[in-house]
């Protein structure tokens, strides 16, 4: 059984500034590693990681506010110290307001689909998605990816497969079995979904 005290600071960060960089020193009570879950949904993945591994810090970006307002809820019902939500879109919060060089690894799961052909340009994944997140990956820092979309799969895979600056790794069992909420609807309705890993230069 868990035990952990509730939490009283907010674990909502409201940014001062869109247009200058974070103080990370301003997000979290101790200073530790940082990971980061881009369209972290409602939290589940990170306040279940975060309990596990207390000697690092995790911030969560979300453009949906209901959906954020739920990892503050529970991450602070179960006492997370190490974890932070920011209400912001991915890939602005990954090229202009993380400090460069900052975070130990990105997770992405099940990022949406966009399924139809003319709407893939939305897609987070794409093939300008590893030089923003080499940017703000430490040296050897990875980027890990779930997805149920073959087709999404399929591009991940190609576009880090054409970036030298990345290379394959293995995903750890421990990391695999924490599963996010929509894994977790995924899997009991018997859908496929699939994991890959990068590790920077
Ligand atoms: C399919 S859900 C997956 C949520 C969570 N990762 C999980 O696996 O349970 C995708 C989430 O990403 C968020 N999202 C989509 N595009 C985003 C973007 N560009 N920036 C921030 N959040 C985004 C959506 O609001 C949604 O909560």
Known sequence: MELSLPVS??????????????????LFPEAQPLEVELGCGDGSFLVDYAGQNPATNFLGVERLLGRI?????????????????????????LEYLLPPHCVRA??????????KHK???????NARFPTLAHQ?????????????????????????AADQRFHPVETSA????????FERDFNAQGIVTRRAAYARD
């Open 9 to 26: 600071r907010a674990l909502l960060y409201e940014l001062p500034s869109i247009v200058e960089r974070l103080e990370l020193g301003r």
């Open 69 to 93: 307002r739920k990892l503050e809820r529970k991450g602070r019902r179960r006492g997370r110290t190490n974890l932070c939500g920011v209400r912001i879109e991915s890939a602005y919060f």
């Open 106 to 115: 990105l997770h992405i799961y099940f990022p949406d689909p966009w399924p």
């Open 119 to 125: 709407h893939r340009k939305y897609r987070l994944i």
């Open 136 to 160: 703000v990956l430490v040296p050897g820092g990875r980027v890990y990816l779930r997805t149920d979309d073959a087709d999404y799969f399929q591009q991940m895979q190609s576009v880090f």
């Open 174 to 181: 421990d990391l695999a079995a924490v599963r996010t909420d």
